[in-house]
């Protein structure tokens, strides 16, 4: 089995409503996501011979879904008044709002779905919150 890894990171804030702890209040992280891929059989022939898939490629996709989210406020839906998000918004702030508590732990399953939505053989996407803290997820 070969496996392949590659990394980007965002500058992101967000908070956790409902948390009772300097976590609730709006902070700011510089998120790490690191994934990892596997294939059994590499590419016979063209331009990809000798690989699972191209790391330009698979950077590329990482990259752009982790982007997404860099220099934006993460919202969980439902957890700002409406007035809130209109007046952020009208400030000009991009504001990202997911279906999920913006943790790690949901970050990581978040990525781990898009990529497997793109066919790639997922093994497991990490998330760095801190340089020393981290939640993966795998099936």
């Not at 790391?55 to 989210?69: A, P, R």
């Amino acid at each position: 089995m070969f496996h392949l890894s590659t990394e980007h990171s965002m500058d992101a804030a967000h908070f956790l409503s409902g948390y009772d702890g300097k976590c609730g209040n709006i902070h700011g992280h510089r998120w790490r996501v690191i994934v990892t891929i596997q294939g059994e059989q590499l590419e016979s022939c063209g331009n990809e011979r000798g690989m699972i898939v191209d790391f330009s490629t698979l950077k590329e996709d990482v990259k752009e879904m982790v982007d997404y989210f860099d220099h934006t406020l993460i919202v969980e839906e439902n957890t700002l008044k409406e007035k809130t998000l209109e007046a952020l918004t009208e400030e000009g702030f991009c504001i990202r709002e997911v279906d999920f508590r913006p943790t790690a732990e949901s970050f990581s399953k978040y990525f781990y779905q898009i990529l497997k939505s793109k066919n790639y053989e997922v093994i497991e996407v990490k998330v760095y919150e801190t340089p020393n803290n981290c939640a993966s997820y795998s099936e």
